[in-house]
């Protein structure tokens, strides 16, 4: 069976993006639109193996006793460990999940004191899933670049220094699924997210015309988020998606996500070539990325609310 890559949820605020952007990705047999999730769906070409292990070690760590994982807190300096980091949301109830973060590159910035060494093969099989994922992501920004009019390599280039961070979350099953979520609605801090998921729990849930609408899990798949580095970057063209995790009485779930992110210096501002007639100046200010993930960070979990700081 052909492993695929979402290219685009439901709903999803850069599904014209990631739609064009399999005009670029030159396997077109491989793309198929989903009638069931209206998703475009692409080849990614990770092995499932790799998929699999990785969700194999990871289920591992977290079924460890909480004072072994607590050998590995979060350090909100580094963004690495084990914790729940975000800040309460707004009726401060707790998330209903716990994470685990690793930065997957650049690799000399990692932190692997903080990288569990039980169980003993998480660390070469998020390397591998690592190496995998980053093909995956140099292969997309690069579609993605030609649908924006410019050369394959410039949304790489633009990032500078590429960042990706690893963000493996748990949901524990709750038996108050109505009124606790696993995580608040907010927008990925990144340039785009590559999302690896459980088959079989439907959790992820994408803000559309007002409404939350689930994205069903499609084995092996790769959900693709817009984050705002990319509506910064787009002027607006291809907006950041609002989401959220609801959780479950039946079944706990686990995500993967890969967050895609330029270097902390680099400033973001819309680019040159999303200028045209009709948006002749720039929607967004100019932002040091450092600077706007500081102040991401420290704030509630409230959609989208923290782009007014950011759009003209
Ligand atoms: C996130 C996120 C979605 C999920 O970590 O930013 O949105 O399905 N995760 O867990
Ligand atoms: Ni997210």
């Given at each position: 069976m052909a492993i695929a890559v979402v290219l685009a949820t439901v709903g999803f605020g850069g599904r014209r993006a990631v739609w064009e952007s399999r005009r670029t990705w030159g396997e077109e047999d491989e793309?198929?639109?989903?009638?069931?999730?209206r998703s475009v769906v692409?080849?990614?070409?990770?092995p499932t193996g790799t998929i699999h292990r990785m969700k194999t070690a990871a289920a591992e760590f977290f079924k460890l006793p909480a004072q072994e994982k607590k050998k590995y807190p979060y350090d909100p300096n580094v963004?690495?460990?084990?914790?729940?980091?975000y800040p309460l949301s707004e009726n401060e109830s707790v998330d209903w999940s716990s994470a685990l973060f690793l930065r997957?590159?650049?690799?000399?910035?990692?932190?692997?004191?903080?990288?569990?060494?039980?169980?003993?093969e998480l660390k070469d099989t998020v390397e591998a899933y690592s190496a995998e994922v980053a093909k995956v992501n140099k292969k997309l920004l690069g579609c993605l670049s030609l649908i924006m009019?410019?050369?394959?390599n410039a949304l790489f280039e633009l990032h500078e220094e590429m960042s990706m961070l690893l963000r493996v979350t748990y949901y524990p099953t709750c038996c108050m699924p109505d009124q606790v979520l696993g995580l608040g609605p907010h927008s990925d801090a990144s340039s785009i997210t590559l999302l690896a998921q459980d088959d079989d729990v439907t959790g992820l849930q994408v803000l559309h015309d007002g409404g939350w609408v689930p994205v069903k899990p499609i084995p092996n798949a790769l959900v693709v988020n817009i984050g705002d580095v990319m509506e910064i970057w787009s002027n607006g063209r291809y907006k950041s998606i609002d989401h959220r995790v609801v959780t479950t009485v039946e079944k706990a779930r686990t995500s993967y996500a890969s967050f895609v992110a330029p270097h902390k210096d680099v400033v973001m501002e819309p680019l040159e070539?999303?200028?045209?007639?009709?948006?002749?100046?720039?929607m967004y200010h100019k932002v040091k990325y450092e600077n706007y993930l500081k102040y991401v960070l420290h704030?509630?979990?409230?959609?989208?609310?923290?782009m007014a700081k950011y759009t003209i």
């Open positions: 793309v198929r639109n989903s009638v069931e999730s692409i080849n990614h070409g990770i963004l690495e460990g084990y914790g729940t980091p997957l590159s650049p690799i000399q910035q990692r932190k692997l004191e903080l990288w569990p060494t039980t169980p003993p009019g410019m050369e394959r070539q999303m200028l045209d007639a009709q948006h002749r100046h720039g704030r509630k979990l409230e959609g989208k609310a923290h």
